[in-house]
């Protein structure tokens, strides 16, 4: 089946300091990626959609120049948040689908998910 | 915009039946998904609607309703591995997944 590679699982940074999350569809091309965040407790916001080959389309209230999305090939989605803040702390999830797949195609597969932690 | 409302919790024995229910408000309309997410993880797939009916898949079924814009999820012979949030998400016509707050199910022995 479809597998997304998240990367790193966890990070830890200091305030003002950027980090950089990695996805990665393993065995299928992704044209369209999609990242979330989730609190403690809470559900899973979607933040943007990322796009191969162009902008990503970022959801109302998601600051498009704290959390830049590159969508640079059909396999690799990278989020990196820039100057964090303790309050940007958070699981970050990707997702993907797989166009080729059967099933695959109606479902979306979710990365590990990132834990960051900003201090 | 998107309104997706389920319980926040429910407990139940092991080797019991429990109905999950979502109840969904959305702009689009494009499939119905159940989500198993354990503490920490990413959530993993459970099933999929997209017409009126029942999917069955071994002890997990799903029910959609589009008229009336009701959901549930059915898990059969409860185990404690099923402890987990069961998140209910309502796809759009762009592959957008909007999720409920999740439920979250304990099994007690």
């Known amino acids: 089946g479809a597998v997304v590679s998240q990367h790193p699982s966890w990070v830890i940074c200091k305030s003002g300091t950027s980090v950089k999350i990695e996805c990665r569809s393993l065995d299928f091309q992704a044209t369209t990626m999609f990242w979330y965040r989730q609190f403690p407790k809470q559900s899973l916001m979607l933040m943007a959609t990322s796009n191969e080959g162009s902008k990503a389309t970022y959801e109302q209230g998601v600051e498009k120049d704290k959390f830049l999305i590159n969508h640079a090939s059909l396999t690799l989605s990278t989020l990196t948040v820039t100057s964090a803040h303790p309050e940007d702390s958070s699981f970050y999830i990707c997702?993907?689908?797989?166009?080729?797949?059967?099933?695959?195609?109606?479902?979306?597969?979710f990365g590990a998910g990132s834990r960051l932690t900003v201090l | 915009g998107q309104n997706i409302d389920q319980p926040t919790e429910m407990t139940a024995t092991e080797g019991a039946i429990v109905q999950i229910n979502c109840t969904y408000q959305?702009?689009?309309?494009?499939?119905l998904f159940w989500y198993q997410q354990h503490a920490g993880e990413a959530p993993t797939f459970l099933s999929y609607?997209?017409?009126?009916g029942l999917e069955e898949k071994g002890r997990f079924s799903s029910f959609l309703s589009r008229s009336k814009g009701y959901s549930y999820l059915l898990l059969k012979e409860l185990q404690m591995k099923d402890s987990a949030s069961y998140l209910c998400a309502v796809r759009d016509g762009d592959y957008k997944l909007s999720f409920g707050a999740g439920t979250t199910v304990t099994v007690r022995a």
């Open positions: 997702s993907a689908r797989d166009l080729a797949g059967g099933d695959g195609a109606n479902v979306l597969t």
């Open positions: 959305t702009s689009g309309f494009n499939g």
């Open positions: 609607n997209v017409l009126d």
